[in-house]
């Protein structure tokens, strides 16, 4: 089973995006910002993150970087989940290394879709 | 509703524009006729159709008819489908129409994901003959549909079913949660509302005509009919898309299946090899 590391300070927002990957037959782990995000990483690096952007502590986009630099960190496909919907934030995240984004509000159609579109399905 | 309010609407949706109407679904009828009897100002469905048995009113018709009509669409739905076609067939049909056309129809357009995603394609494939020219042609039943495709307008939720996010930036613009599709893009499309039960033969020849799961919501009777004016519509190479989970078996002799490519119809049996 592919493993998704779920990272978001929302509660809720993780649940929501737990419940819709569940359903499309991902094993989740959570994380409430970058820095969690990163020690799951290095203990064992997941298939897939999908990312929030705004988050204390560290931010999506800090993440990614630190998590590109990491052994194997070229590995996981990234999958941004956030309300920055501008198309300059958007070029930004993939100039970092993302493979996806989704803009919120989403549900599990569009959190299939674009696992789809990742490659991840 | 009553059975005889069905019996109704069955025979409007089938005689006026092949639709299938089943009775037993006063759900699905009701779904989609409940925004427009709000629009047009009537209390309950119950009360619209009323209206329409009295009045007998062309436009009335028309509009209870355009929504009983299943709209569903998304950007590049089936994306195996849509590898196919940027990837062979039509970089085949430029190379076939060196310095000339590629003309390409999308039947059912709905809400004009589909013709857009054509047209994104065409301008993304990279091995295609520069001297050719991509005609993209779109129609519907549904005015609404087709005002709403013309604008090029779609909410974020539509733009994230089926667009990848580069294609999404690189073709859209965004106005807070509204995203415009790139003028370049939506002017190469030419619109019409056409009834596919009406005469095509003025229509012209296609190589490439979409009609993707629009044959489950007609009824029977008008499939048969419907697939062969299509293909007779088709160039002698030309093909036609149906729904991937779509088959002809059953329904007509006049185009024979693309091997290994579901939902893809050939006039030709020869170039069932070529694009195989």
């Known amino acids: 089973m592919k493993t998704c590391l779920v990272v978001d300070d929302s509660r809720v927002i993780r649940k929501v995006a737990r419940r819709a990957l569940e359903d499309i037959g991902f094993d989740i782990a959570e994380a409430a910002d970058g820095m969690e995000a990163l020690a799951w990483c290095r203990a064992a690096m997941p298939d897939a993150v999908l990312l929030d952007w705004n988050m204390p502590v560290m931010n999506g986009l800090e993440f990614l970087q630190r998590l590109r630099q990491e052994p194997g960190g070229d590995a996981p496909v990234v999958v941004f989940c956030t309300v920055e919907n501008k198309v300059e ?13 989704i803009m919120k509000p ?3 159609e569009i959190i299939a879709a674009k696992f789809a579109e990742a490659g991840l399905l | ?9 069955a025979a409007l949706g089938r005689t006026r524009a092949g639709l299938k109407v089943e009775a037993d679904k006063h759900y699905v009828v009701e779904s989609r006729l409940a925004p427009l009897a709000r629009r047009e100002g009537y209390p309950s469905i119950e009360a619209l159709v009323a209206a329409l048995r009295a009045k007998r009113e062309e436009r009335l018709i028309w509009a ?3 929504a009983l009509t299943v709209n569903d669409t998304a950007f590049f739905r089936d994306r195996a489908t ?5 990837e062979t067939a039509l970089p085949e049909l430029s190379r076939r129409r060196k310095d000339g056309s590629v003309r390409i129809w999308s039947a059912a357009c709905s809400t004009g994901q589909e013709i857009y995603s054509l047209a994104i394609a065409a301008d993304e494939a990279r091995n295609l003959e520069p001297g050719v020219r991509f005609e993209f042609f779109a129609s519907d039943l549904s005015e609404r549909c087709l005002e709403k495709a013309q604008s090029g307008l779609y909410t974020q939720f539509e733009v994230q079913r089926g667009l990848p996010i580069r294609l999404l930036i690189k073709h859209f613009e965004n106005h807070d949660e509204t995203w415009a599709i790139s003028p370049r893009i939506r002017q190469a499309v030419r619109w019409r509302r056409i009834n596919l039960m009406s005469d095509l033969s003025g229509m012209g020849a296609f190589d490439l ?8 919501g007609l009824d029977l009777s008008v499939r048969a009919r419907l697939i062969e004016n299509l293909a007779a519509r088709l160039t002698e190479d030309g093909l036609l898309v149906l729904g991937e989970a779509e088959s002809l078996a059953g329904v007509t002799e006049a185009l024979h299946p693309v091997a290994g490519r579901p939902g893809v119809f050939a006039r030709d049996p020869a170039y069932r090899a070529a694009a195989a």
Do not use: C, Q, S
Request: aromatic share 10%.
């Open chain 1, 89 to 101: 934030n958007i070029r930004l995240a993939l100039d970092h290394g993302a493979d996806e984004y």
């Open chain 1, 106 to 108: 989403f549900d599990g």
């Open chain 2, 1 to 9: 509703m009553t059975p005889e309010d069905m019996d109704l609407l």
């Open chain 2, 64 to 66: 209870v008819v355009e």
């Open chain 2, 82 to 86: 849509f590898a196919f076609l940027r």
């Open chain 2, 209 to 216: 005509v979409m009609l993707r799961n629009v044959l489950p």
